[in-house]
């Protein structure tokens, strides 16, 4: 299948998703994991209706970025990402949803107030506790929200999670019920008004039915959209 079809086909698979957990689809969005893409690819799924765009990289992002490849779409950052990249992302892309400790949040906020903007940011949560994954605990959320009402150059939208890989149907339920529930949670929590949690990012190609039935309004998704990538290294 062409890279239109698959964006048509998983938008219809979006679409059956939401209508089947009682959700309005347009409430939903589907970002592109665009990692290992050319400038040329990311047209064609922005050119096939995709809206938002998903990097891992620094690097990567700089190269299409400077091609001009995201024109008529948002970018979001979802990988791993170190302080000192930092000023690399702030003011350029849309919202950045790895921020996993108060460190990066704090570079985060300080390099916006240099350029003058607000940058709009997600809290991402290790939600299986997994040791080879980024993110901050469950409990651990409430204080950075606490940090976030204080620094003038970050707003936070919401949270983010990578949960363990599924085994069999159903196998990523649980954790998405929990981020769910969190989500709830937190949103309870803000007592500023300056941050807000209306994003809450998770469910991949393997399990994004499943995430929207948990309340997902921004899934993740590269393999059923551009085919299998060659194996990579976990972050960078
Ligand atoms: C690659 C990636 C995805 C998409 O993964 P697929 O299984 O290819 O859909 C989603 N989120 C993050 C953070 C990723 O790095």
């Known amino acids: 299948m062409s890279v239109q079809e698959c964006v048509k086909a998983v938008q ?3 679409t059956a998703a939401a209508m089947a957990a009682g959700r309005d689809p347009s409430q939903i969005t589907l970002l592109a994991a665009t990692k290992v893409q050319t400038s040329d690819t990311i047209r064609e799924a922005i ?3 995709i809206t938002c765009c998903g990097e891992n990289r620094v690097q990567e992002f700089n190269t299409h970025w400077a091609d001009g490849a995201y024109e008529g779409a948002r970018v979001h950052f979802i ?10 992302l702030v003011g350029k892309v849309d919202l950045i949803e790895s921020i996993d ?6 570079a985060v906020s300080d390099r916006a107030v240099k350029v003058g903007v607000v940058q709009d940011i997600l809290i991402e949560v290790n939600i299986g506790a997994e040791a080879s994954k980024s993110g901050v605990s469950p409990e651990a959320v409430e204080n950075l929200l606490s940090l976030a009402a204080q620094l003038p150059g970050v707003r936070v939208r919401g949270l983010m999670s990578i949960p363990p890989v599924a085994q ?8 998405f019920r929990e981020m769910q529930q969190l989500f709830v949670d937190m949103k309870e929590k803000i007592v500023d008004n300056k941050n807000s949690l209306d994003i809450l990012s998770m469910g991949m190609s ?3 039915e499943d995430a929207i039935a948990c309340g997902a309004t921004e899934v993740r998704v590269g393999t059923v959209l551009f085919g299998q990538r060659p194996p990579m290294r976990q972050n960078g």
């Open 101 to 106: 400790s108060p460190e990066l949040m704090t």
């Open 12 to 14: 219809n698979r979006v």
């Open 206 to 208: 393997g399990d994004f």
């Open 47 to 49: 050119a096939a209706g």
């Open 79 to 88: 990988g791993h990402l170190q302080k000192n990249k930092v000023k690399y």
């Open 168 to 175: 069999g149907p159903d196998g990523n339920c649980r954790y």
